[in-house]
Antibody, heavy 121, light 110 residues
Framework: QVTLKESGPALVKPTQTLTLTCTFSGFSLSSSGMRVSWIRQPPGKALEWLARIDWDDDKFYSTSLKTRLTISKDTSKNQVVLTMTNMDPVDTATYYC?????????????WGQGTLVTVSS | QSVLTQPPSVSAAPGQKVTISCSGSSSNIENSYVSWYQQLPGTAPKLLIYDNNKRPSGIPDRFSGSKSGTSATLGITGLQTGDEADYYCGTWDSSLSVGVFGGGTKLTVL
């Protein structure tokens, strides 16, 4: 059974760095074809894809946020970490991690419940 | 501003059929597979369609997907009140190597 769960601070101040962790089970990110993406959704707004890391450590980033994002994985812990620097109130959103595989790619077949991050002083 | 274009809202009566369009470009929809997601209020998105027209296990055949050129369409037949949700299309942009989503469509079952 595949599950993903996001964790991190609920509140960050402007200019701070956000670190989010996606802890998953039911699959291994070292298995060929596996990938994990981060996606966010501001309140009342649309989904926005942020970043992706693949089983072979390939990494992809949103063009508009590339300079602020870093994605990494720890396969031994079944975790994917996303850091976003220089947080701003417009970054207030629910942040989701989601799994992709070669079967459903570029889709996402399992999603975490999401974690709401508010950026405010 | 989302890369893929969807109508903000659609509506239909219970039992009827509705379609939701998703328009993109040659760098995304035309050269990649399209997925569709259903997001019920207060919940995470759920995969409805992948590879343009395939349904994951457990998704009823009332939901269908198609793609032609730079556009894709989600169809829902036999509408139920429980289908009221936001629907998103998504794909990969091969020129930019990024994921892209539509702006979402709110379905109201009258």
């Amino acid at each position: 059974q595949v599950t993903l769960k996001e964790s991190g601070p609920a509140l960050v101040k402007p200019t701070q760095t956000l670190t989010l962790t996606c802890t998953f089970s039911g699959f291994s990110l070292s298995s060929s074809g596996m990938r994990v993406s981060w996606i966010r959704q501001p309140p009342g707004k649309a989904l926005e894809w942020l970043a992706r890391i693949d089983w072979d450590d390939d990494k992809f980033y949103s063009t508009s946020l590339k300079t602020r994002l870093t994605i990494s994985k720890d396969t031994s812990k079944n975790q994917v970490v996303l850091t976003m620097t220089n947080m701003d109130p417009v970054d207030t959103a629910t942040y989701y991690c989601a799994r992709g595989t070669t079967t459903v790619t570029p889709g996402f077949d399992y999603w975490g419940q999401g974690t709401l991050v508010t950026v405010s002083s | 501003q989302s890369v893929l274009t969807q109508p903000p809202s659609v509506s239909a009566a219970p039992g009827q059929k509705v379609t939701i369009s998703c328009s993109g470009s040659s760098s995304n929809i035309e050269n990649s597979y399209v997925s569709w997601y259903q997001q019920l209020p207060g919940t995470a998105p759920k995969l409805l369609i992948y590879d343009n027209n395939k349904r994951p296990s457990g998704i009823p055949d009332r939901f269908s997907g198609s793609k032609s050129g730079t556009s894709a369409t989600l169809g829902i037949t036999g509408l139920q009140t429980g289908d009221e949700a936001d629907y998103y299309c998504g794909t990969w942009d091969s020129s930019l190597s990024v994921g892209v989503f539509g702006g979402g469509t709110k379905l109201t079952v009258l």
